[in-house]
């Protein structure tokens, strides 16, 4: 069944089918279910980005069109209107990710300032060895890649901002911090790997 242009038998059919659940039919909207699901379905993962759950997304709309079918006009094309309903829950989804892995790097980026002035705290009673360690990576790194640690974790600037610095997307930047913060951990990891071979030896 095409969501955009559907014959006339079955528009026909989805109407009667319809007009059946308002009369209390519970069961005929299961039928409905049946004939839109697989369609629904591809369309959602032809359009929902990695990470989000099309089964999910599929359900609710359903649920929707089910608890809001007092609002469809009988005669129209029902095919459209559920899949409008599934392209703002599918949205309204995608959203919701983008506040949750905004709010993710935030919170990423609180605990590593803090640990670094816990860490600056100790090396000015000259007790941390391993911030010394990460003065001597951070200095391994490009200035122009270094800039960035400085302007997120120093200035606590955020993402868009630097993005719009730096000329690049906030993807890139995020991807480009992620791959720094790596980096100087590797280059810890190897510096104390060195300290306890050398210790033992």
Known sequence: MSPTSPTDDERAWVDA????????DVQAFAAVVRQFERPLRVWLATHAPPGVDIDDIAQMSFIAAYT???EYT??????AWLFTIARYHLLSEITRLRRAADSYARYTSQLLGRELERR?????DGNDERLLMLADCLGAIDERRRRFLTWRYE????LIVIAER???????VKKLL??????????IEGKI???ESTAEA
């Not at 009988?74 to 095919?79: D, H, P």
């Not at 600056?120 to 000015?124: L, M, V």
């Open 155 to 158: 200035e606590a600037l955020p």
């Open 17 to 24: 089918a319809l007009g059946r659940v308002r009369a209390g």
């Open 120 to 124: 600056s705290a100790h090396f000015k």
């Open 178 to 187: 992620w791959v720094l913060r790596r980096q100087l951990q590797d280059c």
């Open 74 to 79: 009988l005669g129209t094309n029902f095919a």
């Open 193 to 195: 790997a060195v300290r």
């Open 166 to 172: 730096s000329g690049r997307t906030v993807t890139a």
């Open 68 to 70: 809001r079918l007092d």
